[in-house]
T-cell receptor
Framework: NAGVTQTPKFQVLKTGQSMTLQCAQD?????MYWYRQDPGMGLRLIYY???????DKGEVPNGYNVSRLNKREFSLRLESAAPSQTSVYFC????????????FGPGTRLTVT | GENVEQHPSTLSVQEGDSAVIKCTYS??????FPWYKQELGKGPQLIID???NVGEKKDQRIAVTLNKTAKHFSLHITETQPEDSAVYFC????????????WGAGTKLIIKP
């Protein structure tokens, strides 16, 4: 099993550009999550999907959209990137119907200039 | 708002000694407290968790203790080894959402040979 995979690993965008971060898991997990990690701030939840077909806002959803394409895939879209969105983005999944026992991907390092 | 404070931000211990990291949470209704380990360039990995109906949990060299009255929980690592060097994060589950964790800012643990 590959676990949780994320693409791309690195990305540089100019202000105003758009992009989609891809995430997939092969563990048949129900819930999936998108986090951002900034220095000295721990992780902050952007969006989550409790199950296929549902998505909900987390702590910092502004400037982002998500799609739970199917049970395996959960994508994060930045419609108009801003320098404040420079961060490391992590996708995670959990076999439970709650944020227990999350499995994280390797992350995407995004820089917006 | 709800928050989790984590101390210290950096901890340096001699190989073979014990390490203790402490977290304090604000919401007395939180009932799930995980600890994640993040190695350089990787996503966080769950190492141990505890629920509010248990005071202590052990897994080999790792233990977590919970004091609900004082609203704090701690990670204990005994007989530290070089591979324990990493950043450790604590978290608490929000009482109004089973899908949202509030994360501490992280502790960088350095094991000196």
């Amino acid at each position: 099993n590959a676990g949780v995979t994320q693409t791309p690993k690195f990305q540089v965008l100019k202000t105003g550009q758009s992009m989609t971060l891809q995430c997939a898991q092969d563990m048949n997990h129900n819930s999936m999550y998108w986090y951002r990690q900034d220095p000295g701030m721990g992780l902050r939840l952007i969006y989550y999907s409790a199950s296929e077909g549902t998505t909900d806002k987390g702590e910092v959803p502004n400037g982002y959209n998500v799609s739970r394409l199917n049970k395996r895939e959960f994508s994060l879209r930045l419609e108009s990137a801003a320098p404040s969105q420079t961060s490391v983005y992590f996708c995670a999944s959990s076999p439970s119907s709650a944020a227990y026992e999350q499995y994280f991907g390797p992350g995407t390092r995004l820089t917006v200039t | 708002g709800e928050n989790v404070e984590q101390h210290p931000s950096t901890l340096s211990v001699q190989e073979g000694d014990s390490a203790v990291i402490k977290c304090t949470y604000s919401d007395s209704a939180s009932n799930y407290f995980p600890w994640y380990k993040q190695e350089l360039g990787k996503g966080p990995q769950l190492i141990i968790d505890i629920r509010s109906n248990v005071g202590e949990k052990k897994d080999q060299r790792i233990a977590v203790t919970l004091n609900k009255t004082a609203k704090h929980f701690s990670l204990h690592i005994t007989e530290t080894q070089p591979e324990d060097s990493a950043v450790y994060f604590c978290a608490a589950l929000r009482r109004d959402s089973n899908y949202q964790l509030i994360w501490g800012a992280g502790t960088k643990l350095i094991i000196k040979p």
